[in-house]
């Protein structure tokens, strides 16, 4: 359900950068070919501007049904008509949280963990009917067998369950300095913008400029917004294995 919901909107937010794109392409564009009427610019790069804004107004028109559909799977899940009005709210993650350590992780991961004790109790009951039979007896040998494979079966659990710890506490490092390298650039890309708002304001750039500083910081905040998102997830992850699920 997270993973569906930050997926919504995180492609609402690829939308508008994309339509705020496609404005930029249109632009650009239509200068393009007063300056062909002028004799400053060639037929081939009209053209070429022309596809591709074609080609972005094509992906524009991609995104918008399949966000229709991802809210429409999102209603469906939730008991809703899967037609019905969805909107969703963007939430602010943290730019950084407190990680547990990997021994304390384990233990209380594998508390929670079903399958170990699971395993655990039946190995205990195997024992159990192996002590009541005579080791001389065929049925012994396969009882045996039994319990053997079991604690087999543990080994590769705890195995996994080891394996898996270790590998949410690296991502979840990995995507939060990540994020935190992408809230900078988002910041820097910012402030780049509030400085070319100024700088039109005083006749220094062209409104073209000024877009494509937009566009700039517009897909800066999707990075930021990707990572972060990415970021949250890993930690539910993490959370979700603190309490047995894997």
């Known amino acids: ?48 501007l022309s596809m591709t804004a074609s080609e972005l107004n094509k992906a524009i028109v991609g995104s918008k049904n399949s966000i229709q559909s991802l809210k429409g799977e999102l209603n469906d899940i939730m008991g809703r008509e899967y ?13 950084e949280v407190e990680i547990p350590e990997y021994e304390a992780l384990l233990s209380k991961a594998t508390k929670e963990y079903d399958a170990i004790p699971a395993i655990e109790r039946d190995i205990e009951k195997k024992e159990d009917d192996l002590d009541s ?15 053997k494979e079991k604690e087999l079966q543990l080994q590769e659990e705890k195995y996994k369950l080891t394996k898996t710890i270790n590998n ?13 390298l992408s809230l900078f650039n988002y910041k820097n890309a910012q402030t780049n913008y509030d400085w070319d708002q100024k700088r039109f304001e005083l ?31 890993a930690y539910r992850s993490l959370q979700l294995a603190e309490e047995g699920i894997l």
């Not at 037609?83 to 943290?94: A, G, K, Q, S, Y």
């Not at 949410?168 to 935190?180: F, G, I, M, R, S």
């Not at 877009?211 to 970021?231: H, I, P, R, V």
């Open 203 to 233: 006749g220094r750039i062209s409104k073209l400029d000024l877009m494509q500083s937009e566009l700039n910081y517009l897909s800066a905040k999707d990075k930021n917004t990707a990572a972060g998102y990415s970021f949250y997830l």
């Open 83 to 95: 037609d019905r009005e969805l909107n969703l709210v963007p939430f602010e993650i943290p730019e």
């Open 168 to 180: 949410l506490l690296t991502e979840v490092q990995a995507k939060q300095e990540e994020y935190q």
């Open 133 to 147: 039979l005579d080791d001389s007896d065929y049925q012994y040998d396969l009882m045996k067998l039994e319990v």
């Open 1 to 48: 359900m997270e993973e569906l919901y930050t997926t919504i909107l995180l492609q609402e937010e690829y939308l508008l950068t994309s339509n705020k794109e496609y404005q930029l392409k249109l632009d650009s564009l239509n200068i393009e070919k007063i300056k062909l009427q002028l004799g400053r610019s060639s037929q081939l790069k009209v053209d070429q």
